[in-house]
């Protein structure tokens, strides 16, 4: 009898097969019909945090949390789609402000959804740790950018609120989980991450030696990037007028926004949008006219294509971190174990 549980058996089951389908379309081409490999659903754009590297101050749409009848809809179409991603719950805002979050992670779950959370963690007390546990989510990621609070302070900042640092009660909090996660079987994947930016970078190395004995499954140390050129002077543009990479984001990797809104790569701010999740359901805007343009266009390299639908490829680092086609085949093997092993820890 096997010691998975159905959501990971089907989540790896899904990615795998994807993954030979994507592989024979960078090497044969043809119509593309592969559903994503990792859906990001945003159930809500409302913050309690202004960071630095985070785009929500340039957001131009209204907050929203996107209601639980509307995440049912989503969940029941990838359920009558045999449709099995890898879910996590996530986006412009803080998930942990949203009043049915543990609801939507526990009906996706009734169906064997692998569902994952990020969250700055400054919300999460005892009760909705315990509610977290009981609603069988799979893992989460803890947004946690320095153990220095001089550091955090000046990255995690408080809004809306007469508060100055949330530090000593989010490393409170974090370690509070961890520990009922180890008393109950290390039920949850958790995930440190630290992003790296000039005012933490120097950090990185005591950032892992604290964490590595606390107990936590993996530490992520990204780097920070733009998809719409905010921060950022360089232009990703060689000299011709062609983009420098072909990146893969809108064909591996769906994020649907808390008002429904599908763009057409990772994109939160809600620029360049497909179509609308509640208007057209998921599939038909994955598979729509405006994906099939955009990924031809970025096939093609074709920067008049790209630039006349206002998406500003050219503008975003993405795809320095891997996600670009001129080196999917590099290091693929490695990436893909570490996939599929992160799901089935």
Request: some cysteine; proline content about 3%.
């Amino acid at each position: 009898m096997s010691r998975h549980s159905q959501a990971q058996i089907k989540t790896v089951s899904h990615f795998l097969e994807s993954e030979i389908d994507f592989t024979r379309f960078v090497l044969t081409g043809g119509e593309f019909c592969i559903f994503p490999q990792h859906v990001y659903i945003e159930s809500t754009n409302a913050c309690n945090l202004q960071c630095p590297m985070c785009s929500r101050g340039d957001m131009k749409r209204d907050v929203k949390t996107m209601t639980h009848e509307n995440f049912v809809r989503i969940i029941d179409e990838f359920y009558a789609l045999g449709f099995f991603p890898r879910i996590t719950i996530t986006g412009i805002g803080e998930p942990l402000i949203d009043p049915s979050l543990v609801e939507k992670i526990s009906y996706a779950k009734k169906f064997n959804f692998h569902v994952s959370v990020i969250t700055n963690a400054t919300l999460l007390d005892e009760k909705t740790s315990q509610a977290l546990f009981k609603s069988g989510l799979d893992r989460i990621q803890f947004s946690f950018d320095s153990i220095e609070k001089e550091t955090y302070d000046r990255i995690r900042i408080p809004v809306g609120v007469q508060k100055k640092s949330y530090y000593e009660e989010t490393l409170k909090n974090i370690l509070h989980f961890i520990d009922i996660n180890k008393s109950l079987g290390q039920g949850t994947f958790v995930s440190i991450s630290s992003v790296q930016m000039d005012i933490n970078k120097n950090e990185s190395e005591a950032f892992t030696k604290f964490w590595s004995g606390k107990g936590v499954d993996n530490i992520y140390l990204p780097h920070a990037y733009t998809r719409a050129g905010k921060g950022f002077e360089k232009d990703r543009m060689s000299d011709d007028g062609e983009l420098s990479a072909s990146c893969l984001l809108p064909f591996k990797i769906l994020v649907i926004l808390s008002n429904g809104d599908i763009p057409v790569c990772g994109s939160t701010s809600g620029d360049y949008c497909a179509g609308n999740a509640f208007d057209s359901g998921v599939k038909d805007v994955w598979f729509g006219e405006k994906f099939k343009q955009v990924r031809e266009a970025i096939i093609k390299k074709n920067k008049g294509l790209l630039v006349s639908h206002n998406i500003m490829c050219h503008k975003c680092t993405a795809w320095e971190g891997g996600l670009a086609f001129e080196n999917y085949f590099d290091g693929c093997k490695e990436r893909n174990q570490k996939i599929v092993e992160c799901i089935l820890t």
